[in-house]
């Protein structure tokens, strides 16, 4: 059975770094596209990042340059990677498994709150 | 980026409605469009994906048309579980987009 569980969201000050986890079991991280898509409260759903299992990354223009997604093999967990946070970027972050482009799998989502 | 349009952003009906959602693409995406499902507090649901296959385990009731820009989710005959926040995503370009989203009420 695929399953997703994300972990590492929390409350972070203006400024600060945050590190996301997304343990994957049913199936191999690497092998796979996988995804990070965010929510604001709200608000509807915003790709964030792609990692493509040859290695490339994509980026939202407006988190490129702040954050960094990236994977672990031998733990099948990927990772997200924030710094340099904002307030806008208050969200429920995903983790999305992605069969030929949409995401067949999704995580439970953590929540992100950015406040001084 | 490929910009996604969906109309309406809401909606209000009734059990057993027939429903249509639409989303407009800014340029053509050959039918590499998906369709969500969202339910309040929950992470969204994939219902169809190439424009018009639906997802192993999805209701028939689902189904999507469309071609070039313009694409259709509808729902016959809704039931009180449809009742949620609708999403189309691209998959053409190199990264992906989502509509705004379609909430549908009941009336």
């Known amino acids: 059975e695929v399953q997703l569980v994300e972990s590492g969201g929390g409350l972070i000050q203006p400024g600060g770094s945050l590190r996301l986890s997304c343990a994957a079991s049913?199936?191999?991280?690497?092998?796979?596209?996988m995804g990070w898509v965010r929510q604001a409260p709200g608000k509807g759903l915003e790709w964030v990042s792609i990692l493509y299992s040859g290695g490339s990354t994509y980026y939202a223009d407006s988190v490129k340059g702040r954050f960094t997604i990236s994977r672990d093999n031998s733990k099948n967990t990927l990772y997200l990677q924030m710094n340099s946070l904002r307030a806008e970027d208050t969200a429920v972050y995903y983790c999305?498994?992605?069969?030929?482009?949409?995401?067949?799998?999704w995580g439970q989502g953590t929540l992100v709150t950015v406040s001084s | 980026d490929i910009q996604m349009t969906q109309s309406p952003s809401s909606l209000s009906a009734s059990v057993g409605d027939i429903v249509t959602i639409t989303c407009r693409a800014s340029q053509g995406i050959s039918n590499s469009l998906a369709w969500y499902q969202q339910k309040p507090g929950k992470a969204p649901k994939v219902l169809l994906y190439g424009a018009s296959r639906l997802e192993s385990g999805v209701p028939s009731r689902f189904s999507g048309s469309g071609s070039g820009t313009d694409y259709t989710l509808t729902i016959s005959s809704l039931q009180p579980e449809d009742f949620a926040t609708y999403y189309c995503?691209?998959?053409?370009?190199?990264?992906?987009?989502f509509g705004q989203g379609t909430k549908l009420e009941i009336k």
């Open positions: 999305a498994k992605i069969r030929s482009g949409w995401c067949d799998y």
């Open positions: 995503q691209q998959y053409y370009s190199t990264f992906y987009t």
């Open positions: 049913g199936f191999t991280v690497s092998s796979n596209y």
